[in-house]
């Protein structure tokens, strides 16, 4: 079993920066994928980016590719994303997920374990 701690959420003012963090149990999360989604109020939850067990491979959603950027320290069970130059169309539940498969792919039915989510507001 693995879990997922998302942090790192808030309110930002459009064109900052917010860094989110996604904390894992588990010594199996390093041979893991990992992927962001979010779920904005009244909308289905989306798709923002994924990175392989190695980080070596990355994908990310049109909306978001140039100025988010996810990354994973393997040592200390942790995934990142760095979101840039946020709109107010970036205001989410963001949530962390793990591929045990260890796909990169951009179907949320794919992964296995989810987070809690991190509310992530963007004011314009």
């Known amino acids: 079993q693995v879990q997922l701690v998302e942090s790192g959420g808030g309110l930002v003012q459009a064109g900052g920066s917010l860094r989110l963090s996604c904390a894992a149990s588990?010594?199996?999360?390093?041979?893991?994928?990992a992927g962001w989604f979010r779920q904005a109020p009244g909308k289905e939850r989306e798709f923002v980016t994924a990175?392989?067990?190695?980080?070596?491979?990355?994908y990310y959603a049109a909306s978001v590719k140039g100025r988010f950027t996810i990354s994973r320290d393997n040592a200390k069970n942790t995934v990142y994303l760095q979101m840039n130059s946020l709109k107010p169309e970036d205001t989410a539940v963001y949530y962390c997920?793990?591929?045990?498969?260890?796909?990169?792919?951009?179907?949320?039915?794919?992964?296995?374990?989810w987070g809690q989510g991190t509310q992530v507001t963007v004011s314009s």
């Open positions: 588990g010594r199996t999360f390093s041979n893991y994928a």
């Open positions: 997920a793990a591929d045990r498969a260890g796909r990169v792919t951009t179907l949320r039915h794919s992964y296995d374990y």
């Open positions: 990175i392989s067990w190695s980080g070596g491979s990355t």
